[in-house]
């Protein structure tokens, strides 16, 4: 999703540290280039060969220049001199792989699933500058598993990713975040948010109640 088309996530990027906006803005970037990809491949063996590039390619950020994709190049400028490995990100795509792999999202699959998109958020982190006790890892997972939650065809699997989802995002917002991490934590409440809204419910994005909260969250960090 582009930023423009979706003002909270405009408003969140505000709150991240003006050193890190434009590397949170890459790496939000690879999330949705990922998001697209499995959007836009409907035979698993062509998905598996696309996301595999996107593997090499990621892990080749570390050693040579980037290839002549707009993502990868974000990525180069913004992340990599931050002192973060590309290789570092290679399990975000393992995460978006197990939707390929699995033909059913059982409890296993979605707790891999949200364990490698929700790296993401460690990554993250570390450009913004969060705190160490951040709770980052439970926010990344929590916010991987709540999206996919809304956007999964069956009831029966979304009603699983949400059971994952739900303790773990409980956790992330019962937490003070730091004022380097409160993006990351904004992320989190937003995907909480989510979470509350009945199955196939479009979230209202920028509805009052959900802006005075994130709102409420840059403040005091809770």
């Known amino acids: 999703m582009v930023d423009g088309d979706d003002p909270e996530r405009m408003l969140i990027r505000a709150y991240a540290p003006m050193r890190g906006r434009a590397a949170l803005a890459a790496l939000l970037a690879l999330d949705d280039a990922l998001a697209q990809l499995l959007r836009s491949t409907s035979q698993p063996a062509v998905g598996q060969l696309r996301l595999a590039w996107w593997r090499e390619a990621l892990a080749r950020?570390?050693?040579?220049?980037?290839?002549?994709?707009?993502?990868?190049?974000?990525?180069?400028?913004?992340?990599?001199?931050?002192?973060?490995?590309?290789?570092?990100?290679?399990?975000?795509?393992?995460?978006?792989?197990?939707?390929?792999?699995?033909?059913?999202?059982?409890?296993?699959?979605?707790?891999?699933?949200?364990?490698?998109?929700?790296?993401?958020?460690?990554?993250?982190?570390?450009?913004?500058?969060?705190?160490?006790?951040?709770?980052?890892?439970?926010?990344?997972?929590?916010?991987?598993l709540a999206d996919l939650a809304r956007n999964l065809g069956t009831m029966e699997e979304s009603a699983a990713a949400r059971a994952l989802a739900a303790p773990l995002l409980a956790v992330a917002a019962e937490r003070r975040w730091s004022r380097n991490g409160r993006a990351l934590g904004a992320l989190a409440h937003r995907a909480r948010l989510d979470l509350a809204l009945p199955h196939g419910a479009p979230a209202p994005i920028g509805a009052p109640r959900r802006v005075g909260r994130l709102l409420w969250h840059r403040i005091t960090g809770r």
């Open 61 to 144: 950020l570390d050693t040579q220049p980037p290839p002549a994709e707009p993502v990868l190049q974000g990525l180069a400028a913004e992340v990599i001199p931050l002192g973060i490995p590309g290789a570092s990100l290679v399990p975000v795509v393992h995460g978006w792989e197990v939707l390929i792999e699995e033909d059913a999202l059982e409890a296993d699959a979605l707790t891999r699933y949200g364990e490698g998109r929700g790296r993401l958020f460690e990554a993250a982190g570390r450009a913004l500058g969060a705190d160490p006790r951040d709770p980052l890892a439970q926010a990344g997972q929590g916010w991987a």
